[in-house]
């Protein structure tokens, strides 16, 4: 078959305008770095939104998605599968869960946590308990539920009416959660680091703090892991750095290493409350993505690698450090492992964009955070070499962006 020729512009005209993509067309990727259609190399610090924890085309991913692909692609959930039970097993032994309901995505784990939150509140006092508390800056993706609990407007206007019965209270401010919180509330919902939102990490003592207040008030506590987790903290999941667990926990990123997946685990006591036929989903527990999600969690669970993520976070910021000490750009580098914020100085404040598409012009690949913060989200087995040739790419864009500044 022949395959027509196509290119950036064609996005603009075939594509509806939700995305502004950059402008190449990425066609290979290796490890931490990529190709594009003219064979420019770039260095990858983005890991598709913290998604490719093993770098791009990992061996034994491909190998994993080449055995289940030639086995058995899709049963729906009439049938089970032998990828999803075992997947499924292997994260409940390795997690405060006792069961998982598999879908394709973040904001579908999520909407899954929220709904069984809401029933399981129903199901054991009243419909009055179904108010969800969650926080201001917070992301948990683009469905108008997940919009409606998510903390940042911009994602919710113009899609209203929203569903209702959800507040918000400032990040880090038990005070304000304390105020807010009451015996209707079924569910708090948080990020253990907020990434979307600039990469603010919780408090340590503020995240007890919640645990404390939804226990007292018999609310659930859902933590989106969709970005920290799989390894990203050098934790499995972030929350086994924090002295906490919460009674549901949603993932999805790089739990398949780039291909489409994600879960949401949860308590038996919990889980009883999504009885037969109350949720469901055509693709969730896909044998294709759960085979690769196996390997995917094989290789990140181990000692070594989960440890190596604070080397490289070192690596990283000792980096950022010089670039810093030469042009005083950086107010702050923040987030765990390799989840990494640096936010811009007060007088670069909105200029976000103007870095990444400096970094890509420069052969590299970083994210931001809102206009203030520059984002990275590589994959946890980055060599070392690339972080420092990446880093020099960076350097580069910081002086021509500031050179364009001062023109
Ligand atoms: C914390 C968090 N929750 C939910 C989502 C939504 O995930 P998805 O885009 O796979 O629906 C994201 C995506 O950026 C996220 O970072």
């Known amino acids: 078959m022949l395959k027509q020729p196509v290119n950036r ?45 093993l770098g791009h085309v990992h061996p034994a991913l491909v190998a994993a998605l080449k055995e289940q692909s030639d086995k058995l692609w899709h049963l729906s959930n009439t049938f089970t599968n032998e990828p999803a039970l075992r997947l499924a097993k292997k994260l409940i032994d ?102 979307e939102g600039g990469v ?42 924090m002295g906490v667990e919460p009674d549901i926990l949603t993932s999805a990123k790089a739990l398949g290493g780039g291909f489409p997946i994600g879960a949401m685990l949860t308590t038996n006591k919990v889980a009883s409350s999504f009885g037969f036929g109350t949720h469901g989903s055509t693709y969730g527990g896909n044998p294709l993505a ?12 181990q000692p070594e690698l ?22 005083e750009i950086f107010k702050e580098i923040r987030g765990d492992g390799l989840l990494i914020g640096v936010e811009l100085i007060d007088s670069m404040h909105g200029k976000a964009a103007s870095f990444l598409a400096a970094a890509r012009e420069e052969g590299l690949m970083i994210l931001m955070a809102g206009p203030n913060v520059l984002r990275m989200a590589p994959s946890l087995i980055i060599p070392d070499e690339d972080i420092r040739d990446g880093m020099a790419l960076l350097e580069s864009a910081v002086t021509k962006v500031l050179m364009a500044e001062n023109a």
């Open 9 to 53: 512009a064609l996005f603009d005209e075939v594509m509806v305008p939700n995305y502004n993509p950059q402008q190449m067309v990425p066609v290979r990727g290796r490890g931490s770095r990529v190709w594009d259609q003219e064979d420019n190399e770039y260095i990858d610090f983005a890991g598709g939104i913290a998604v490719n924890a």
């Open 94 to 195: 390795a997690t405060f869960a006792d069961k998982v309901f598999f879908c394709n995505s973040g904001a579908e784990a999520n909407e899954a946590a929220f709904k069984l939150a809401r029933k399981y509140s129903y199901d054991n006092v009243g419909p009055e308990k179904h108010e969800i508390i969650a926080f201001y800056q917070g992301f948990h993706g683009r469905t108008l539920f997940t919009v409606s609990v998510g903390g940042q407007a911009k994602y919710r206007e113009g899609f209203e009416p929203a569903p209702g019965g959800i507040s918000h209270v400032p990040f880090n401010d038990l005070a304000a959660l304390k105020a807010a919180i009451s015996d209707k509330t079924c569910a708090v919902v948080m990020e253990p680091i907020q990434g």
């Open 200 to 241: 603010i990490p919780a408090d340590p003592e503020f995240v007890k703090g919640v645990r404390e207040l939804c226990d007292q008030h018999n609310a659930l506590l859902v933590f989106d892991e969709i970005q920290t987790g799989v390894g990203r903290t050098g934790h499995l999941y972030a929350y086994m750095g």
């Open 290 to 301: 759960c085979a690769v999600a196996e390997t995917a969690l094989d290789l990140i669970n």
């Open 306 to 327: 989960l440890n190596g993520v604070a080397d490289k976070r070192a690596l990283f910021v000792e980096e950022l450090q010089k670039i810093n000490a030469k042009h």
